[in-house]
């Protein structure tokens, strides 16, 4: 058949990369296992499996009979990844590092060792994800630096890789790859896109992976292991303490140790009260956090947000929302929610407008709101602004939950 195609894969020590290198083996490429190395827990004292992963990654690999390399990102995911996360709590918003780290890591540091270092035809990882191209598509595309101008080259006209749900909708991971660039999904390959999580693990006992198969399943941020997230954000940032408010009276209700341990919609843990109580907002200026009696109080619905520059896979927004502005779509803006349906309003900055049909619970900034139309994922957008509760609106007040849109030119966000 010729010159063998080189594929490096992604592998984490789990089921679904080990299947991944696995298939791509079967189809006849001459594959690569690669370990990232992105949290150094040698600094820290709970719990991380990284040293684990990684020898679990290399037995499979062995089994495989492939080649195995470790590469260590940490500095990258530092400085990239993580200060972009606590520079998020401090400011009261609620970040998303899996997407951060998907963008940064992954589909940008390691697709270029994959491809520059290792010399790979193409990259790929175990995501539930698919794309509009086939495999044999992928190592015809060429390879091709991104502009250094602000326009692209209007004569390298190709048509875009478009990013869909996979099989599996209830293991979907479209979710996290939605800030990727165009180019890196262009050399990318899913070998899981078609099947289930079910037919994973079935492969994969009968390769004989049982030492990934006992491995329960990682669902939180991967630096914080199974430690409380307040404990581990504290050591990163100063206990800044404050009250928590009423919404309804202007009671204090408690006391909390910063506002960058709490997100909106979660439950407040106060001390003395016989109640659950909920966030519903933060004060950063005076450390205020705001609580409401119910789990489905109308302080924690809403039905309109603003997200900052939308992030569109194929680099273009849909030809619908150019010609008209608006577009009817489906959003979410948490992997676990079910699509709702949604307008999208464009605006001239590139950003968008998201009104949902019925008000959502605990929306909060700094969360991407993540856009569909069908089973094709558009992208998506951090939250920047968000609109009126059902509550404010019932006062009558036009109050929002958000930072002014000039307080990213006072504080600019750190350098990616």
Not at 151 to 173: H, M, N, T
């Amino acid at each position: 058949m010729g010159l063998l195609r080189h594929v490096v894969c992604a592998m984490s020590g789990g089921v679904d990369s080990s299947v991944s290198a696995l298939l791509l083996k079967r189809m006849g490429y001459y594959v690569t296992g690669v370990f990232m190395k992105n949290w150094d827990s040698q600094e820290e004292k709970g719990l991380c499996s990284s040293d684990r992963d990684c020898e679990d990654a290399y037995k499979v690999c062995k089994m495989l009979d492939i080649p195995f390399h470790q590469v260590s990102y940490v500095k990258e995911y530092w400085h990239e990844v993580f200060s972009n996360l606590l520079w998020e709590y401090e400011r009261g918003r609620t970040p998303n590092p899996d997407i951060i780290c998907n963008k940064h890591i992954k589909f940008k540091h390691f697709y270029q060792y994959a491809v520059n270092t290792l010399g790979a035809d193409a990259m790929a990882t175990g995501h539930y994800a698919r794309t509009s191209q086939e495999d044999e598509e992928v190592f015809q595309q060429k390879l091709i630096e991104a502009p250094k101008s602000l326009f692209r080259d209007r004569f390298e006209i190709r048509k875009p890789v478009r990013l869909y749900q996979g099989a599996d909708l209830l293991k979907d991971q479209t979710f996290f790859l939605s800030q990727i660039s165009q180019d890196a999904l262009r050399h990318t390959l899913f070998p899981l896109a078609g099947l289930t999580k079910e037919f994973v693990k079935k492969i994969a006992a009968e390769a004989g992976f049982q030492h990934v198969l006992k491995k329960k399943e990682s669902m939180g941020i991967c630096f914080i292991g199974e430690r409380d997230f307040e404990n581990f954000i504290l050591e990163y940032l100063e206990p800044r303490p404050g009250n928590f408010i009423s919404i309804e009276d202007g009671k204090i209700m408690g006391q909390h140790k910063g506002w960058f341990t709490l997100t909106l919609g979660q439950r407040a843990r106060i001390g003395g009260q016989a109640d659950a109580w909920f966030v519903v907002d933060k004060d950063v200026a005076t450390a205020d956090v705001f609580v409401c009696p119910s789990t489905f109080h109308p302080a924690l619905f809403r039905d309109t947000l603003q997200t900052d520059r939308f992030h569109w896979i194929t680099e273009e927004p849909p030809a619908e929302l150019v010609h008209t502005q608006m577009m009817d779509c489906h959003f979410r803006f948490n992997n676990r929610m079910p699509l709702t349906p949604c307008t999208v309003t464009l605006n001239l900055d590139g950003s968008v407008w998201v009104m949902v049909k019925e008000p959502m619970r605990g929306m909060a900034t700094g969360q991407f709101a993540v856009l569909y139309k069908g089973d094709e994922c558009l992208g998506s957008g951090k939250i920047i602004r968000l609109g009126p509760t059902k509550f404010a609106l019932q006062k009558g007040q036009s109050y929002t939950n958000c930072l002014p849109k000039d307080t990213s030119q006072q504080h600019p966000e750190p350098h990616s």
